[in-house]
């Protein structure tokens, strides 16, 4: 079956289609709720609930840009939701705002398993918007925008992940050097 032939389908509720969809981006999904949650539970958990989502909103798709660009804006905004109605982010004034600090990931060996973890264990202020900015190049306008914070929080929150990171690679560094 085509990909516009399985949309169809979706959208007359075809629960093998949907199946099907379900086999077919999953794994691709379950990457982007992976880079926003902090487990792979809550991970899981999120993308149910973006398919569930997909599924109900599939007649809204025009067949305007990509179908999977589509899917992966629900996911991420179901994932961000969560995260709203919790309000977890701190509020800081502009003159707050600290330098960014760049950590470079050269490679050095360093594991991708590693560096996924210690970005899920950041809290979770810091790796929605580390996440947005440094791997889906929002910019802090658009993190402010969907995340319902100012542009100064959105960038403090990003120099507040890049510490915490830096720190932890260079711990990790210097613990495998001996």
Not at 139 to 150: C, P, R, V
């Amino acid at each position: 079956m085509t990909l516009n032939e399985l949309i169809i389908q979706c959208k007359k509720q075809d629960i093998k289609a949907q199946g099907e969809l379900y086999k077919k981006y999953s794994g691709t999904l379950l990457s982007i709720c992976l880079r926003y949650s902090p487990n792979y539970a809550e991970a899981e958990d999120s993308l149910q609930d973006s398919f569930l989502t997909i599924f109900k909103k599939i007649d809204q798709f025009k067949d305007k840009g990509s179908f999977e660009g589509w899917m992966k804006r629900i996911t991420v905004n179901t994932v961000l939701q969560k995260y709203r109605k919790q309000r977890v982010f701190d509020i800081n004034r502009e003159d707050q705002i600290e330098e960014e600090a760049d950590v470079e990931i050269e490679d050095e060996g360093i594991p991708l398993d590693f560096l996924l973890k210690i970005i899920q264990e950041l809290p979770d202020r810091y790796r929605l918007v580390f996440t947005m900015y440094v791997m889906d190049d929002y910019s802090h306008k658009e993190i402010a925008e969907l995340l319902g914070i100012s542009d100064g929080t959105s960038k403090s929150n990003l120099a507040r992940a890049r510490m915490i990171l830096k720190t932890k690679i260079e711990d990790y560094k210097t613990l495998n050097r001996q």
